[in-house]
């Protein structure tokens, strides 16, 4: 939007354009562009968006590609099954997410705003793809913004913020299917909402909450809450790629024929494209969410005045100041080593991560038990398997005295599909070889091996027992005569 527009307002480095004096949001309409980076976003978009529709549906493993069963506490990825004793594992996804966006960041600034963002992916393709389908492009936007209520603009409105819910509504049921699954989602639409209520719920809370996102609220998430465009000035330096304004090249800004102006003509085209409101002729600013819609505008208008595209481009700010740009610096090297730790580690963690999978714990109570003839230590056992067919556990001990011996899961214990179990695995000592062996508390390792595939899975326990000297004074105080019968 052009400075003294209808319904324009001209943006300034003192304030943000999408506020109001008075604290009220000001509505934005960037008019629509076309162009290289514009083609190459939409692309992009595409794909990213058919993936997130797709990813449900696409089965590897008997299981979805992305399928976060939190009722059953297992986590399939990619043909990976991981089980809430896994998650620690999501340290090392997340830090190293968050490492390759400092690195990505440190190189080509806020990139991943305007390109693959999930929030600028559903704003400026889908939801304002819609709007300028239903109410026209900018001027049109804004003409019909001021007009009244008659029944074209209640029409206008009511279809327009139909299909906003719609497409919210569809998004919510895509996202509930990650969690679900598609065909348990289907089975609940076909039920009443009070049957799943909790689903419901989430559904009906993500619609209105997307509803309201990119209905009212749009750019201000990305201005307002999102952290990210604050953290990129400790991310970024003078080095890192930006888009920008030449102003050497660009001021002082003229129409094209006048004597002594630069390249710029001030027809404001950068500013009315623009998603956040800003002025990228200001500098580098806080909203710009390095999307390219001004770079593809400025060039379009460079072309119509044969005049070098480029005025407006991504580059470093050392680069738009005509000095060296440097692409390999301290903080790149940092990054990348950061990186580079956090993959191997992880990649080292997930050679830890089994298909199969056995914890051992003591039982509540006493910590052992002693009769006339053993003294044993109880252990419960919970044998589970990721595997999509029954699986059977044999359980032994491995380097085990063999005075110490085991019970409880002779022949083998066969696990369902995708099942677990428990069973309770005895370890004793007989009385006379407890007290002929036993010199403490010692370790003992339980040991499974599973069929088919043939893991062993290792857990150590603790064999616990009293004094052995406690049984040969007991002895000794059974041997005693009695008192009353050596008096006779």
Known sequence: MSAGAPGAKKPNLTSVTTINEDGSHFTLHPA??????????????????AVYVLLPWITINGHPAVFLDVAERRFHLFGLTFLARDLWLGFFLISGLGFSLFFITSLFGRLW???TCPYTLFLEHVYRRIERWIDG??????????????????????????IYLLVSAIVAHIFLSYFVSIPRLYSYMKESPLEHFGAFAVVAFITLALYFAFSWFREQFCIILCPYGRIQSALTDDDTTVIGYDEDRGEPRG????????????????????????????GLQMECIGC?????????????????????????LNGLRGQRRRILRPRIFVYSLMLALGASVLGFALTKVHDVDMVATRMRGMPYFVDTDAVRNQFQLRLLTKRNVPTTFTVDLKDAPSWLRASGCEGGVTVDAQGEQQ??????????????????????????KSEPGGTVIERKVEFLGPDPRMFQDLETESKKPDENTSQK
């Not at 390219?292 to 470093?316: F, H, N, Q, T, W």
Request: aromatic share 6%; charged share 30%; hydrophobic share 35%.
């Open 255 to 282: 129409k094209k024929g006048s004597e002594g102006a630069g390249d710029c003509i001030n027809c404001n085209r950068c500013v009315q494209v623009c998603p956040t409101g800003i002025d990228i002729r200001n």
């Open 137 to 162: 492009d900018a001027t049109a936007r804004r003409k019909l913004d001021r007009a009244p209520w008659d029944s074209a603009k209640i029409t206008k409105r009511v279809i327009k913020h139909g």
């Open 423 to 448: 069973v309770t695995l005895v370890l004793f000592a007989s009385k006379e070889e407890y007290i002929e062996e036993y010199t403490g508390s010692m370790e003992v390792t339980i040991r499974t």
């Open 32 to 49: 629509d562009v076309g162009g290289r980076f514009t083609l190459a976003r939409r692309v992009v978009a595409l794909v990213i968006l």
């Open 292 to 316: 390219a819609a001004c770079v593809d505008a400025c060039d379009a208008i460079m072309e119509k005045v044969d005049r070098p595209k480029g005025l407006v481009r991504y580059d470093s």
């Open 113 to 115: 705003c305007g390109w």
